[in-house]
């Protein structure tokens, strides 16, 4: 049986014999460890780490400039368990994170980006400073902050449960000179690009991003795969994971049938990505 051990700022979970290939799993603006996402790999002979990039000591309490370094550090502790193949995952500003790790990192084999999106966008939460404005980028690489889309001040929430795919619609209509300078340079990824969208994705318009990610893979001429479904929203998850459990504050779409099957579909192709079938 797979056996989970504790970082520092994570969770290890270790197969039950040597790693067939390695994966860093990450999670979006929840701040959560993947626990049982990073163990269903660990049951199929992954080494899987998932690690917390903010909130946590020494980090800010929001996705607030957080260095790409944190996730280079991650990757460079799983190589140390000298896997045959090494990847990277993660969903929603996970998924920002992984894209933007993976046009840095040369030597990735996999990144699978799960309700991507292909700009980088202002922060989510506070910074080390503890507050939320002015509005900061997200990332920073080097010591400098990343190009970013900055939020629709205009837009006026309504009443929660809240769906915010408006407000990034809106903010990108408002910012189209940013949205152009901030999007990622997906033709910089070596790896095997995997971009995993639900239709009905009522957080951001993952859909959306995942068909401009292929674009700009396809101008390029280089490969990708998007996996899509029309009724899956923000959350598919893996077989053998608990489903989400619905939210008071947001609204993430899709329904439990169409996020499985789509949850599904992504471990298969991971795991034919990992060369483990």
Same mark, same amino acid.
């Given at each position: ?61 929001? +996705? ?40 840095? +990192? ?13 700009? +980088? ?47 990034? #619609? ?90 499985? #099957? ?9 795991? #034919? ?5």
């Amino acid at each position: 049986m797979p056996t989970e051990q504790a970082l520092d700022n994570g969770i290890l979970w270790l197969p039950d014999g040597p790693p067939r290939a390695a994966m860093l799993v990450l999670a979006g603006s929840s701040g959560r460890l993947e626990h049982d996402r990073a163990r269903v790999l660990a049951s199929r002979g992954v080494l899987a780490a998932s690690i917390r990039y903010f909130g946590g000591p020494g980090q800010p309490p929001g +996705v607030c400039e957080i260095p790409l370094e944190t996730f280079v550090a991650g990757l460079d502790l799983l190589r140390q368990y000298h896997p045959p193949r090494i990847g990277m995952m993660g969903v929603s500003k996970g998924a920002e994170a992984t894209l933007l790790t993976a046009c840095r +990192v040369s030597d990735l084999d996999v990144a699978m980006a799960v309700s991507p999106t292909s700009v +980088v966008w202002a922060n989510v939460g506070a910074g080390y400073d503890g507050r939320d404005r002015p509005m900061r980028s997200s990332w920073s690489w080097q010591d400098e902050p990343l190009p970013f889309v900055p939020y629709d001040d205009t837009y006026r929430w309504p009443e929660p449960p809240v769906a915010c795919r408006p407000l990034y #619609e809106a903010s990108l209509a408002a910012h189209p000179g940013m949205a152009a300078v901030a999007a990622i340079p997906v033709e910089l990824i070596k790896a095997t690009l995997i971009c995993v969208a639900g239709a009905d994705d009522e957080m951001w318009p993952s859909d959306l991003f995942a068909r401009l990610i292929a674009d700009r893979r396809r101008d390029a001429g280089l490969p990708w795969t998007v996996l899509h479904s029309d009724n899956a929203g923000h959350r598919p998850y893996f077989p053998g994971e608990p489903e989400p459990l619905p939210s008071p504050r947001f609204r993430y779409g899709g329904n439990a049938a169409a996020d499985a #099957e789509l949850g599904a579909r992504m471990l298969a192709r991971l795991l #034919e990505a990992l060369g483990i079938g």
